[in-house]
């Protein structure tokens, strides 16, 4: 395991570290079966080739996982420091910028211990994603409030005067039951993969590496994407069973993605310049009283039609919502607090977000209900111009309708810095 | 929603289910995309050929998801019985039995309500999985001693008389630690499948169904598949990073399968016979202190090298494990009390489980901690001479080393019914 002042030993990729270790070959007849796992040396045949073994760039302007594709699985994980020193820090995002970049491009963080290293070490990976794909691993980091200023707005790490405007903490709105326990942190972490095997191996791995400097406050898994963030994804289904995030921003959209999405020169600090925003928002679903309602009411209440995903308005999912458009009572026939009319950008002053939520299921409550709904992770330009706007569209029982059904228990926002070159660490321009 | 006394209207494809609906069809440069989806009518070509799209047959002498190849995802859920009458607990079977012959074939449960049903009603369907292809789902569903007799032992259902010999509750074991919150149940559904949205949904709209006759009791989310139940399959790793279940009955290997996993008609009772006995367990993992263990340390309690996953006794990971083997130090090369050692059937009688088990992930703890482990399965014919036998070696911290970094705390043991014919329920053989 690292310490703190080193930075990881560089991995050997994950099929190259069972061939150098002679440890053995896998049987024969496993390379290439089940679920399209590549563990053999040779370049793989033609016939078994596997998006998940090419791994997604990690360097760049911007970081991997806000514009990428949504994978199918998400691990999140948000942490608190729990060191006070300038150095541990700078070297932990050091130590991090290094691990991810090998843990994205498919490699191990370090020696399983047998290769080199010594056997009486703990080894340098925990070692759950050997032999597994890339399988579209991004690690996402940002940066919390308290990572600037601590709970009395005094500096921390020398970087008070580094802290955005931006990055208050979101102010409560109407409906909200936040529990403190899984909202904030100072640090965060979006692993997004298409294995969840793999993003859980990227967090924890990241974890152990933090260790005596930073410690988790809390984590989520999420199984399902429910935003296509891609204009070739399909819209996924929330467990509403509603297509969820249609008019979302779409990453071919480059004019909407540098309008909403990246950080300006002149929007500033400069050290986050080239990136980005996160909310998060763990939504909980009440599930049975949703599947009790009709499906004419469920369908007011989104405004949009549960089968095709089409607005009420008329057309098919893509169509453009018309909010004049009137239905045979005489009634608008997109309800005037239905979701889809609330959280258009048409009501909110043009806001638009890049959103990458998740579904979630943590099992069941006591009462024998689905502790499950939506973690929502939104990218944007501005939170307060963006989603704070939006959210105040919607929140409350006199606003969307959907309130009855859904409550707010966690909450985040942090600042994801730029991109790094193949040298530079994640926030190296907070130490410049 | 279906009514105690009528079997749930025949579901609709879900592809058909959108275009017979006039629902619109779903945008062009949608279909075909993502996730493998197949949205269209018209037979997917050849180059998206989706073994998810085809589905695994629901009738049969025996219940799918037993010598299934295990699918990537788990979602299990125990419930208890709420009804005391038997007509409803038959129409419950019944409705259970349909509804997952359609879910498992790639239908929903029922209308979405447009279509020819009330839009006042609420939809038959919960909806989530609708586009989405079978995935691999099985349902396999399995019978708590509640349903037989109560705490006390007086007779449920009139079914007093069919309790088998063999379902009693399991003995406790050393270092036990179990939540009844998270133990037992009436009823247990193992929904297995390679999408968990597809997963949820089956559990999900089984349980609606269930309304006012059972309740959950618990549920539980797996994320990776731990064990290789084909030899085509290769074999996974569970947290620890170890490659589990290596010496796992495979399901080609039909003398094995046959002597230990089906009920023979001898074994009695005779609504049993060519059923199973399922043993869940939910196994923490203490993550953390794992991770600060040596390889060398971690491969003496496993007995096997972490790597390959072959025996320290020398060879790869299918090499035929040599107990006498002495290591230079001259002790056993596979420790007396390492895992591998006190797990197999040599130890045991003979004994061999078919094991079915998952990893999860529920989050963190207060701690901090990972809140992981294994959610353990396995499919036996004798839950006595097998699942207790095998866990009477390695419990408690005198035994297999493993114990001090795991702990057991949930466990659940279920008669699983045969197969069913086109026209036939689950448990059916007990109301004859």
Request: glycine letters at 14%; one cysteine or more; aromatic letters at 8%.
């Amino acid at each position: 395991m690292s310490t703190d002042d080193t930075t990881p030993a560089p991995g050997l990729s994950r099929r190259k570290l069972l061939g150098a270790a002679g440890l053995g070959a896998l049987a024969a007849g496993a390379a290439g079966a089940g679920a399209g796992y590549v563990v053999a040396d040779e370049p793989a045949p033609a016939v078994v080739a596997d998006p998940d073994a090419v791994p997604v760039p990690f360097d760049g302007a911007h970081q991997a996982g806000i514009v990428t594709p949504a994978q199918d699985r998400l691990y999140f994980v948000a942490l608190d420091l729990t060191t006070q020193d300038r150095d541990s820090l700078v070297a932990l995002l050091k130590q991090w910028t290094v691990a991810s970049r090998q843990m994205t491009q498919g490699n191990d963080v370090g020696k399983l211990g047998a290769v080199g290293g010594s056997p009486y070490s703990p080894p340098e990976d925990t070692g759950e994603a050997l032999g597994l794909p890339p399988s579209g691993l991004t690690i996402t980091i940002g940066f919390g409030r308290g990572l600037f200023v601590d709970a009395d707005g005094a500096p921390r790490f020398g970087l008070g005067g580094q802290l955005p405007d931006l990055l208050q903490e979101l102010p409560g709105f109407s409906g909200d039951r936040l529990d403190p326990a899984i909202s904030g942190g100072d640090l965060a972490i979006q692993a997004c993969a298409n294995d969840p095997q793999v993003a859980v191996h990227a967090v924890r791995n990241l974890v152990r590496i933090a260790f005596g400097r930073a410690s988790v406050r809390y984590s989520q898994m999420g199984f399902g994407r429910t935003s296509s963030t891609s204009s070739a994804q399909v819209t996924a289904r929330n467990l509403f069973g509603f297509k969820d995030g249609t008019a979302n921003i779409k990453v071919e959209d480059r004019q909407d993605v540098d309008d909403f999405v990246w950080v300006h020169q002149d929007d500033g600090p400069a050290w986050l310049v080239g990136g980005s925003y996160l909310v998060s928002r763990k939504i909980d679903m009440r599930i049975e009283t949703w599947d009790r309602e009709s499906l004419q009411g469920q369908e007011s209440i989104i405004g949009r039609a549960k089968g095709s995903g089409g607005p009420l308005s008329g057309g098919d999912e893509h169509e453009a919502i018309d909010f004049a458009a009137v239905g045979d009572d005489g009634e608008p026939a997109i309800g005037l607090k239905s979701h889809v009319r609330l959280a258009h950008p048409d009501v909110n002053d043009g806001a638009k977000l890049l959103r990458r939520g998740y579904n979630f299921v943590d099992g069941s409550n006591g009462l024998g209900q689905l502790s499950a709904g939506l973690f929502f992770i939104a990218y944007q330009r501005d939170p307060i111009k963006q989603f704070v706007r939006i959210q105040r569209s919607l929140a409350g029982l006199q606003n969307d309708l959907l309130n009855e059904y859904i409550v707010h228990v966690g909450s985040g926002l942090f600042a994801c810095p730029p991109g790094v070159g193949p040298d530079g660490y994640w926030g190296e321009g907070l130490f410049a």
